[in-house]
């Protein structure tokens, strides 16, 4: 326990974040969350560029819409987890979707966490952000 409280303490910011999101106003809302906590964040406006830049900027976390054209947050979750290369970088979605039952079981399976995309404070959102890091740092 002595170990995890130091953890805590002591926590540094991740090397790199990604953001994977169409919505410019999503990317920037959640990278400025980010930014304040000291983390080096990527973007990717598509399923095709985030993965891309997974292999190219090999980030700590990913942070992932599901709604997006072409290559959604589902199939770039599949592919990612099914690489040996990427299947260990944490996912965290962040979406506005609502989801249903299958879809949410399909998630929380392959996901760290899923969090709505537009929560009603930035303090509840810091506060899923710092409870998402927590795990990832530990």
């Known amino acids: 326990m002595l170990e995890k409280l130091t953890a805590l303490i002591e926590q540094k910011p ?3 974040i990604l953001i994977i999101d ?3 106003t999503a990317r920037y809302l959640l990278k400025t969350l980010l930014l304040n906590k000291g983390h080096t964040i990527v973007e990717a406006t598509s399923g ?3 993965i891309r830049k997974v292999y190219e900027e090999k980030p700590q ?3 992932l819409d599901i709604v997006m054209p072409n290559l959604n947050g589902f199939q770039v979750i599949e592919y990612l987890k099914s690489d040996p290369a990427t299947k260990d970088i944490p996912v965290v979605i962040n979406t506005s979707k609502i989801l249903e039952q299958s879809e949410k079981e399909y998630l929380e399976s392959r996901a760290l966490t899923i969090i709505a995309k537009y929560y009603s404070s930035t303090d509840m959102m810091n506060n899923i952000i710092d409870e998402t890091l927590r795990k990832v740092c530990l």
């Open 22 to 24: 169409d919505d410019p």
């Open 61 to 63: 976390l990913i942070f």
């Open 48 to 50: 095709e560029e985030g």
């Open 14 to 16: 991740l090397e790199k």
